[in-house]
T-cell receptor
Framework: NAGVMQNPRHLVRRRGQEARLRCSPMKGHSHVYWYRQLPEEGLKFMVYLQKENIIDESGMPKERFSAEFPKEGPSILRIQQVVRGDSAAYFC?????????????FGPGTRLTVT | AQSVTQLDSQVPVFEEAPVELRCNYSSSVSVYLFWYVQYPNQGLQLLLKYLSGSTLVKGINGFEAEFNKSQTSFHLRKPSVHISDTAEYFCAVRFPYGKLTFGQGTILTVHP
């Protein structure tokens, strides 16, 4: 069973460009979470999605950031008009339905560098 | 609101020595507790979790943690560390459903 997959692993964008980060959850998992790890700030929750629904977006910046988890395909975290402060590692995690929902399995992350 | 405090940002230790990484949490309701490990440039790997039941939880790689409700603590321990345990360790709490709230992390460095 393949783990959580994220691509790209490294992404370089110039200020003002758009960044799209993809996350394919583990097979059978329908819950996806996005976290951001900023230097010196630790891991912070951004958004929690189920298929086609945003459950909790309390950690998402109000502007430029959006996330989706369509019925088919990976979850996408989209950052418009990136700024230097968006440089960070972005991690996706997934969990299944039922008792296993309490465990979140993390992907390897996408390291975004804004130049 | 819930919060997590990891009391030590860095812990140096010699190989084969015991180690304890401290974690305290704050929450007005019952939470689930987790320890994750992150090796350089990698994602997070679950070490162990406390959901209910026995307060002493055993995880992978010889780690264990004890849930202490009265002290709101969930300290991670290992009786004898190896060089390969060098990594960053994160304590996290969670309501029964939803997001994880992480501590700031503790960098464990094991010296030969």
């Amino acid at each position: 069973n393949a783990g959580v997959m994220q691509n790209p692993r490294h992404l370089v964008r110039r200020r003002g460009q758009e960044a799209r980060l993809r996350c394919s959850p583990m097979k059978g998992h329908s819950h996806v979470y996005w976290y951001r790890q900023l230097p010196e700030e630790g891991l912070k929750f951004m958004v929690y999605l189920q298929k086609e629904n945003i459950i909790d977006e309390s950690g998402m910046p109000k502007e430029r950031f959006s996330a989706e988890f369509p019925k088919e395909g990976p979850s996408i975290l989209r950052i418009q008009q990136v700024v230097r402060g968006d440089s960070a590692a972005y991690f996706c995690a997934s969990s299944p339905e039922g008792a296993g929902i309490h465990e979140q399995y993390f992907g390897p992350g996408t390291r975004l560098t804004v130049t | 609101a819930q919060s997590v405090t990891q009391l030590d940002s860095q812990v140096p230790v010699f190989e084969e020595a015991p180690v304890e990484l401290r974690c305290n949490y704050s929450s007005s309701v019952s939470v689930y507790l987790f320890w994750y490990v992150q090796y350089p440039n990698q994602g997070l790997q679950l070490l162990l979790k406390y959901l209910s039941g026995s307060t002493l939880v055993k995880g992978i790689n010889g780690f264990e943690a004890e849930f202490n409700k009265s002290q709101t603590s969930f300290h991670l321990r290992k009786p004898s560390v190896h060089i390969s345990d060098t990594a960053e360790y994160f304590c996290a709490v969670r309501f029964p459903y939803g997001k994880l709230t992480f501590g700031q992390g503790t960098i464990l460095t094991v010296h030969p």
